[in-house]
């Protein structure tokens, strides 16, 4: 049925169209044209619309409009449809008959309550649009786009974030608008941690083997006072504590600015996108916190041992080494000696 109402639409199309326009032309515009009749006898729509437009391109007649036209409405695109239909009533002017001056001019108003428009208003600036697949311009648009009724899908990109699609479902004469606001793609320095769960830092101590007292002979209680060392290394491992908990304030802090940049994305872009470098910044302190603190507590076992009172004066004296450890997610260091 909807081959052979195809066929009937660019017949009267062809019967409007003097025969006295094609002397003169080229005859390839001809071959153009006979084809596309052929095309839309066989149902062939698309193709069709491809030949009309040869063959209009070839002679610019304004008769071929009106089949091209009649084309687009077979084929359920009534922007493509009304943008023919007003070109071939400019370009006919007064060689478009009454009567047909009339059934077009009812075809583009019933065309037209089938067409919707969109608002699109997307970030960054300079973002590539798509609409159904097919490229549409930079943001920001500011002419509201056509499009026909039914579903639609409108993407943007653009260079260091991630892509947005949006659906939207539109019926005749509906204009809707579509916000779409990238996110920035974060990249990490390989020179800065990633935000992960924290690695335990491994302290090993390696000490001699103390022999028991002998027979007979207590254990003499220490009684010496506690090394300026020992207490250096009390108070470096109270301030890496220290360290270690402001670091997950600032995690706790970090994550809570996400979540509400988030929420914010598709009422608010701007305070969005304010609230994600806030995250990023307490999230990179929280960071750097965390290892600082680490660290320090690390050093502060360290210290607390080394500075331990020599029960055993003929013993020795003491040696002590330091050595950092580093590797993919973790730090730390190892001690070994005698002391």
Known sequence: MVRRTAFLVVVLGALAAPQAAWSGEKEEARKHYDRAVELVDDGQLEGAIVEFQRSYDLTHHFAVLYNIGQVFVSLARPVDAVDAYERYLADGGK????????????????????????????????????????EIGKAPIYAPVRVGVGKHTITASAEGYDSAERDVIVAGEDHKVVELALIRRVVESPSVAQAAPMQPVTVTVVAPAQPPPGPGVAAEPSARPMSNVRLLGILTGVIGVAGIAAGGGCW???????????DNWSTNPDRAQSLRGEAQDYLTAGNTLFYGGGALVALGVVLYFVGAPDDHPATPSTHAHLMPTLGPGFAGLTASGIW
């Open 95 to 134: 060689k478009v008959p009454a009567a047909r001056r009339a059934e077009v001019e009812k075809e583009i108003v019933r065309q037209k309550a089938r067409i919707a428009t969109l608002e699109i208003r997307a970030l960054p600036q300079g973002a590539s649009l798509r609409l159904d697949g097919n």
């Open 252 to 262: 706790w802090v970090g994550m809570t600015r996400n979540d509400e940049s988030k």
